[in-house]
């Protein structure tokens, strides 16, 4: 059973759909790399789908409902997508073996392909997730923000029983994407306290970033979160926190808690690569974890024909 948003391990499992679609995952595979194809966003759209969907309510598809009131219009999720490709691999999931596979399951599948697909590690998914049945605004209130302070962070992955490595390595996966300069604007102009720029900014980046994002320029244009690396799956992110050449707030601060600082420097000890620990395994570990929180099984939640409604 799940209490609150905890992380339930019990009734997941892999390979839940060996019997009753057993083309499932290569059904999912397959859309995605034909999405990743077309449109090389789509590794980091889908990687984000799936920790929005699960930092609310837990991993049960309620992200994925449209309506006006719907949680995927919620202020903490701007700029969260991914939906037609979720939508297309559950049409073609329906018409195999309709009624089978959820909703939430694919979210969680679409995200291993899609980091695999970044030339990320390659991994298994315990499914078994059903979809549930409320999805609204209001809910997605208290997602992990880019203004948080390592601290707040701390508390809401805590809150999911996330510890402070998972908040560091999940953090990572900003190793794919881009950020709009939305974000940046305080960043570098108006930090607080005091204005100007954020002091953790290493003073060779500095110019680079004021250049693509000017004071008073457009906040919609996009800019890579890992500099030097914003194509490819790696731990090149966390060289960048620990050199001040991180782009957003939230990463820098991660090399402002002694906590989450030995955590970063961990992967770069001088032997880490006998002795480990390993990046992608960690990330790996974290993500599934991530992926277990909240989740409905059983007779809970339903197995909705579309995913952007219930049934």
Do not use: W
Request: aromatic residues 8%.
């Amino acid at each position: 059973m799940v209490l609150g948003n905890t992380i339930s391990q019990a009734q997941l499992k892999l390979g839940f759909y060996g019997n009753t679609c057993p083309d499932a995952e290569s059904i999912v595979t397959s859309v995605v790399r034909e999405a990743s194809l077309s449109d090389s966003k789509t590794s980091a759209v889908l990687l984000r789908l799936h920790f929005h969907d699960c930092f609310v309510q837990g991993c049960d598809g309620s992200i994925l409902i449209d309506g006006s009131s719907a949680e995927r219009h919620a202020f903490g999720h701007q700029g969260v997508g991914g939906f037609e490709v979720i939508e297309k691999a559950k049409a073609q999931l329906e018409g195999v073996c309709p009624g089978v596979v959820s909703c939430a399951d694919i979210v969680a599948l679409a995200a291993r392909d899609a980091i695999a697909l970044a030339n990320g590690p390659n991994y298994q998914v315990p499914t078994g997730r059903r979809d549930g049945l409320v999805s609204n605004m209001s809910t997605a209130d208290n997602m992990p923000d880019v203004s948080d302070s390592v601290q707040q962070l701390k508390a809401k992955f805590l809150d999911k029983g996330l510890s402070e490595k998972d908040l560091v390595v999940l953090n990572a996966a900003h190793t794919i994407g881009t950020t709009a300069c939305f974000f940046m604007t305080q960043r570098l102009y108006n930090f607080f306290p005091g204005g100007g720029s954020d002091p953790a900014i290493n003073p060779d980046f500095l110019p680079e970033l004021k250049s693509q994002c000017p004071q008073n320029g457009d906040i919609n244009v996009r800019i890579p979160m890992d500099r030097g690396s914003g194509q490819t799956f790696d731990s090149q992110i966390l060289q960048n926190i620990r050199t001040g050449f991180a782009v957003l707030a939230s990463d820098a601060r991660l090399y402002e808690d002694e906590g989450t600082k030995s955590v970063v420097d961990s992967y770069f000890d001088v032997l880490a690569p006998i002795f480990g620990p390993v990046f992608e395994t960690e990330f790996v570990n974290s993500i599934v974890r991530m992926g277990q929180i909240g989740v409905k099984t059983g007779s809970e939640g339903e197995i909705r024909r579309v995913c952007g409604a219930f049934n």
